[in-house]
Every structure is written in C-alpha cells, then in structure tokens.
C-alpha cells in the first residue's frame, strides 16, 4: 500500500508560481497531479513514470505546468508558473501500477488528502 502526503500549496497572486509536493511511503509507478475546484469535477493535470520520467500533461496545462520525480526522496512535484484564478482548487497526487502512457489520467488507486491552491485576481 501506497501513503501519499502532499504540501506547498497555498495563496498566490495571478502570474505567480507554487511548486507542489507528493511524498510518498511505498513503491511508485505512475503518478498523476489531479485538482478539483468548487463546483467541478476533479481533472488531470499531469503524470509522470516514476521509473522512465515519462511525463503526460492534459493539453490545457502543457507549457505552464511541470511534473518532475525525485527518486532518492520518493517525491513528486508539480512546478505551476503563470497562475491564473481558474487554477484555484485543491491538488491532490495519486498512484497506480498500470497504464501510464495509455491512460495517465485514470485508475488510480492510492490518493493523497490534497493541498489546496488560491489565486487572486
């Protein structure tokens, strides 16, 4: 079993950047970035093969956010730059064993209790 603790959210002016956190006890394979604001359903933001570093992004993300893997801390992160009001929800990091390239944004199994990001307009 898989424990995943994310961190570095936080509140941000639009145009400023936040790096996320996800640690986590346990072997990893395929780790995603989610984010769910108010209202909404809970989307994809980015995974990435924590064996190959293969990274996936949903298409609106691709530019201004970066997933990168820190194998000898276990730790995901997610670098937001440019940040706009409508990236304001809670993140939350999950895991799985499977399908990363083919499905990077579905079948999670391990999920971690999110961090919540605010941007002001």
């Known amino acids: 079993q898989v424990q995943l603790v994310e961190s570095g959210g936080g509140s941000v002016q639009a145009g400023g950047s936040l790096r996320l956190s996800c640690v986590a006890s346990?072997?990893?394979?395929?780790v995603a970035w989610f984010r769910q604001a108010p209202g909404k359903e809970r989307e994809g933001v980015a995974a990435?093969?924590?064996?190959?570093?293969?990274?996936y992004y949903a298409d609106s993300r691709k530019g201004r956010f970066a997933i990168s893997h820190d194998n000898a801390n276990n730790t995901v992160y997610l670098q937001m730059n440019s940040l706009k009001s409508e990236d304001t929800a809670m993140y939350y990091c999950?895991?799985?064993?499977?399908?990363?390239?083919?499905?990077?944004?579905?079948?999670?199994?391990?999920w971690g209790q999110g961090t919540q990001v605010t941007v002001a307009s």
């Open positions: 999950a895991n799985k064993a499977w399908g990363c390239a083919a499905y990077p944004f579905s079948g999670y199994s391990y």
């Open positions: 346990g072997q990893t394979y395929c």
């Open positions: 990435i093969h924590t064996g190959t570093g293969d990274a």
